[in-house]
């Protein structure tokens, strides 16, 4: 019994110094993140936990560098865009997959036409904008658009490139879970809800990266994630949780890094006549009783921006001089009497549990301003798997919460989707749950539809956020804050990017 | 189990339109409704159902909306890890809540045992959450001599299975999730041993095994104690079924890469492919156990025979 015993407790020793043993030189870079990654194939998603994985393994015809996200070559060393349908892209020389074969042109085509299938593709409004693909050599490509696509070039840095053999030598699924690029970093493992390993690319086109090593661990649990920094088994964790804020703070071990979010949180309003928010005082009386800023310090503990519009600073579009209306519960009383609703009316505040910060907890607060005054406002939250095909039907509600991110850092598109009228034919007001129609905002999207200059794109949009303030079809709330916590002593280096990519060539570890 | 797979479709019918989910953010309606279309999901119903089960029937379970591949290779990918975490449990809280449960039946009064007792009680009442943060906060982050989360090197046997059984970075991954597993599952073994034990030493016939001068070791183990593992061991068995099926809670608060993490996943996405395929294993999963614990009574009471 007494030598099991010591057996076990040298065992416990052992492993002691294992894991508390000192990191040794040109040590892998650790980190975990919060959302896992549903694919390892660029076509089947475009979210930004699958991304900022892919990012590492592929390379998109051009790339975002940095704290703003500026667009840079990336497989294509220049484009040019003779007219308004058409983006020629001349490629790298000598760029080669990870398997050694040369990147063509022929790849970049098979990338783009996999995008426009419905089976495969969750870009399908980025494949199906494309009529034609041209390569007429090994090193050029000629996409035609159907319609003017302003966006098209601000959008190619999250459209990987993926080498046409090795794809079709494999089966669908073994495609979607080992990736093969021309990126920074070669996949090597991915055990699903545990973590992902890579290796270095020596023979990538920018240089070989300087960390050879790289795992990310996937931690879906907030609590987790803060004992899995506070332990020291990461150096660097990505979506650190509100509530552990302080926690962390006074940690002297830890560090933390933020920057804000470019999701801004809203609540949508319809104007479907015979309801009380068809008339604009009645919307813009429910914007001018809300008090934003005690929202922001009570509900999101400060860690929030207030937002003014549908857009963040980093999108084409952003209207600096544009700023919320303030809290005014008295004006807000006056516009519903002069609207004829002294009384107040009834309406529902939907939205979803379990998709943004707090996001059940800001309704809620919301729901509270209203009845101060004097609106009998009710709560309606659920799951984002039932919340949001109901948004998306249109028939369900005229008041609720959402949030809107563009990836390809272009605001036209959340007005389009979010604000436009539902118009099939023209892809809009997919998101547009209340059906809020407006011809203004209409006409104004028609004219963003094919203005491709970006100067000139930019002064209309701009325009178009202080149209959209004036008939108060959303009442932006604001835009959260990523949290990045890391480990003093592992001389890491890192800036958070503005999608919140973990691009590990641009991490810089001792 | 068809009966399980209607109950599936019928709830999946109140849970929204996934072809929304899967089309994306950026897809337009026109583009929503070619995905509904290219899935299927713009059939009525009951061809969606029809259809679905002659797939299963040839062990084609459909593909995951969200990741795109298929979804009973999904699960089952998983189920290495799962089966070693709830396996190590059960049989930890299998041996000692029996051998504790003994030890406190044969002498009730002494602090050792009401120790023992008041122990279990704490084990029945605390959620496993509980147990999880609080063990992780310990051992983890305070003391830094266990690993918080995750299921640490893995080796593969046979091709398919990754085993943590055989790596020292594996097995102190085990240490807390199964700790935190094994609270419960020991208070109830160890109560029911102990309920059990307390009855049958009471018997006419142990008091005749103590007549005849049988040591103690033989009256307490070979008379008395065969006599109560029959329900033990059933219990033992829905255990098994219910930490391999649903230790969503333990799984997620250590990260461990098992099947209830996944199942979790999956419903937050309503990827409803995997989680019918998920279903369907579990019931199967939980059909087998118990014909396994029946077979297992026959073994324990030789009265019993199934012809």
């Known amino acids: 019994m007494r030598k099991r015993r010591m057996a076990l407790l040298s065992g416990l020793l052992f492993a002691c110094l294992v894991c508390a043993s000192p990191t040794l030189a040109a040590s892998p870079l650790i980190l975990a993140d919060d959302t896992p990654p549903t694919t390892m194939d660029p076509a089947a998603d475009n979210s930004d936990s699958t991304c900022s994985v892919l990012v590492n393994v592929f390379d998109g015809l051009l790339a975002r560098e940095g704290k703003e996200g500026k667009i840079v070559p990336g497989l294509a060393e220049k484009y040019e865009h003779p007219d308004a349908l058409t983006w020629k892209f001349i490629l790298r020389q000598g760029v080669k997959f990870h398997n050694g074969n040369p990147l063509t042109s022929a790849d970049v085509k098979f990338s783009f036409e996999r995008l426009a299938d419905p089976k495969l593709s969750k870009w399908l409004e980025t494949g199906q904008a494309i009529a034609s693909i041209e390569t007429p050599d090994e090193r050029t490509i000629i996409f035609k658009t159907k319609n003017p696509t302003p966006w098209f070039i601000s959008n190619v840095h999250q459209l990987f490139i993926v080498s046409k053999k090795d794809v079709e030598s494999r089966d669908a699924g073994d495609v979607g879970v080992k990736p093969m690029g021309t990126g920074p970093y070669k996949f090597v493992e991915w055990i699903k809800g545990s973590h992902l390993k890579f290796t270095a690319n020596e023979a990538y086109w920018g240089g070989a990266p300087k960390i050879k090593q790289v795992e990310l661990k996937i931690i879906t649990e907030p609590a987790t994630r803060f004992a899995a920094l506070a332990s020291g088994s990461v150096d660097l964790v990505a979506g650190l949780p509100l509530e552990l804020f302080e926690q962390i703070q006074q940690n002297p071990k830890l560090e933390i890094l933020s920057r804000p979010s470019r999701r801004v949180i809203f609540l949508a309003l319809g104007n479907k006549a015979g309801t009380p928010l068809a008339d604009v005082r009645v919307r813009r009386a429910i914007y001018l009783a809300i008090n934003e800023d005690e929202i922001i310090q009570k509900v999101m503990q400060g860690k929030a921006s207030p937002a003014a519009q549908l ?200 | 189990m068809l009966g399980v797979t209607f109950i599936c479709f019928v709830i999946f019918r109140f849970t929204g339109d996934p072809s929304v989910i899967i089309a994306g953010q950026d897809a337009t309606p026109a583009q929503v409704e070619e995905v509904r279309q290219a899935y299927g999901l713009d059939k009525p119903f009951y061809i969606q159902y029809v259809l679905w089960l002659s797939h299963a029937a040839r062990g084609d379970f459909g593909r995951s909306f969200i990741s795109r591949v298929p979804a009973l290779g999904l699960i089952l990918e998983r189920l290495p890890a799962t089966v070693e975490l709830a396996t190590t449990a059960v049989l930890l809280a299998l041996s000692l809540g029996v051998f504790l449960g003994v030890v406190v039946s044969i002498r009730p009064r002494r602090w050792l045992s009401r120790l023992i007792m008041m122990s279990s009680l704490a084990g029945i009442s605390t959620p496993t959450f509980l147990i999880g943060t609080l063990l992780i906060m310990v051992f983890a982050v305070e003391l830094g001599i266990l690993p918080p989360f995750g299921r640490g090197e893995t080796v593969l046997l046979f091709h398919y299975w990754p085993t943590g059984f055989l790596t020292l970075s594996g097995l102190t991954h085990l240490v807390l999730p199964v700790l935190t597993l094994v609270g419960y599952q ?111 009574y026959a073994l324990l009471n030789p009265k019993i025979r199934y012809d």
């Open chain 2, 186 to 296: 020991l208070a109830v073994l160890l109560r029911l041993t102990r309920a059990g034990m307390r009855e049958v030493l009471g018997e006419e016939y142990i008091k005749t095994a103590w007549a005849k001068g049988l040591s103690r070791k033989r009256v307490v183990f070979k008379h008395a104690l065969r006599n109560v593992l029959i329900p033990v061991v059933t219990m033992s068995g829905l255990m098994l079924g219910e930490i391999l099926v649903f230790s969503i809670v333990t799984e997620t608060i250590y990260q461990w890469p098992g099947m209830g993490n996944l199942l979790l996943t999956s419903i937050y996405e309503s990827d409803q492919p995997v989680i019918v395929a998920y279903i369907m294993l579990a019931s199967f999963i939980i059909l087998t156990i118990n014909v396994g614990v029946d077979i297992l």
């Open chain 1, 311 to 510: 857009a963040d600073s980093a999108s084409t579009g952003f209207n600096p001089t544009l700023k919320r209306l303030p809290f005014d519960p008295e004006k807000s009383k006056a516009l519903l009497k002069e609207a004829g609703y002294e009384k107040g009316f009834e309406i529902t505040l939907a939205g979803p549990n379990d998709r943004y910060v707090n996001d059940a907890k800001i309704a809620e607060a919301a729901v509270q301003y209203l009845n101060k005054v004097g609106i009998k406002a009710k709560l309606d939250v659920k799951p984002k798997a039932v919340f949001f095909p109901e948004v998306s039907s249109g028939d369900k509600f005229d008041f609720y919460l959402l949030s809107w991110l563009d990836g390809a850092y272009d605001s036209a598109r959340g007005i389009s989707t979010n604000l436009a009228t539902y118009n099939k034919e023209k892809g809009w007001g997919g998101w547009n749950g209340a059906r809020f129609s407006d011809p203004e905002i209409d006409a104004l999207m028609d004219q963003a539809a094919v203005m491709v200059d970006l100067a000139e794109r930019d002064k209309l949009l701009q325009k178009a956020h202080v149209v959209i303030q004036e008939k108060v079809p959303l009442i932006p709330l604001h835009c959260g804050i990523d949290l990045y916590g890391l480990v003093k002593d592992r001389g890491v280096k890192f800036t958070p990017r503005p999608e919140r990519w973990l691009v590990y060539k641009e991490i810089e570890k001792k």
